[in-house]
């Protein structure tokens, strides 16, 4: 079934038989027959049509992910050093910020050797979804107070961190009309912030979203509007004044969480867990 999820892959990502059939060098009877018995195989269906092109159902959304993760482990077991290396691979999940934060305490680990670590950088979204289907072992991601936990799944500690108003403009005005710079709205960080604004009953005037803190921090550099992120991704900016804080009534922060899948290779008492939530608990809220 190998070549059947390889191809499955490729259907995914071009959402259209003919054209992957074409770059394969295949017919598309031999493609949709590769397809049918994939599905037969998990007894589902992965594509729906809609005029021309082919869309994901959800589980076959979740074998995208699965799959993925299939071949790197496929190609793994053709490698003769790989297959010579007695130590598991730990995959680890992380929101873009903590992964900068955490950056030396997974390159000291990688560099001694101690553990072999797989790491993913994603949305807390995606991210979520991967621990669910088992792809990591755990995650580090923004809360999300209406995620339901699987029993499998454990929430092993929360952090937090405070999100800092910036821009290269002083404003002044009333909070409601400052112009706000934010995380895009459905995001966890953005669900969080939204919360703060309803409890003082205000209704921020929004000048742009984005799910790129690196597009929001320009902005802000601009002096577009004012924008919410975490101190250190700042830091120098505010030291060489490209950015100010801004002095407003409401302070924010963020909650994120540190998630384990039980059925993996990490356990609460496996000492690279253990490691984990020291670093994360020295890291300024």
Not at 17 to 37: D, G, N, V
């Amino acid at each position: 079934m190998i070549e059947e999820l390889k191809r499955f892959l490729l259907v995914a990502q071009e959402g259209n038989l003919t054209r992957t059939a074409e770059k394969i060098f295949i017919t598309q009877s031999a493609l949709t027959q590769s397809i049918h018995r994939l599905e037969k195989e998990l007894h589902t269906k992965l594509f729906i049509q809609k005029g021309k092109q082919l869309q994901l159902t959800n589980e076959g959304k979740s074998l995208v992910l699965l799959g993925e993760r299939i071949l790197r482990l496929w190609e793994n077991a053709h490698d003769a050093q790989i297959r010579q290396i007695q130590k598991p691979t730990y995959t680890i999940g992380m929101f873009d910020n903590v992964a900068l934060r955490l950056g030396k305490f997974f390159q000291n680990n990688m560099l001694s050797n101690k553990y072999k670590l797989e790491l993913t950088i994603d949305s807390s979204s995606k991210l979520l979804t991967q621990l669910q289907l088992g792809t990591l072992d755990a995650t580090i991601c923004i809360l999300n107070k209406n995620y339901y936990l699987p029993n499998y799944i454990t929430l092993l500690q929360i952090y937090s961190e405070k999100l800092i108003p910036v821009s290269s403009q002083s404003f002044s005005s009333k909070l409601e009309t400052i112009p706000f710079i934010l995380y895009n709205k459905g995001s966890h960080t953005r669900t969080q912030i939204d919360e703060i604004f309803i409890q003082k009953n205000i209704r921020p005037t929004i000048y742009a979203e984005s799910t790129s803190v690196t597009f929001m921090r320009e902005l802000a550099l601009l002096g577009y509007g004012v924008a919410l992120l975490p101190k250190n991704f700042v830091k120098l900016d505010l030291d060489q004044g490209r950015l100010k804080i801004q002095k407003l009534p409401i302070q924010w922060k963020r909650t994120y969480a540190l998630y384990l899948n039980n059925t993996g290779l990490l356990s609460l008492t496996h000492p690279l867990t253990i490691s984990l939530q020291k670093e994360l608990k020295k890291l300024p809220a």
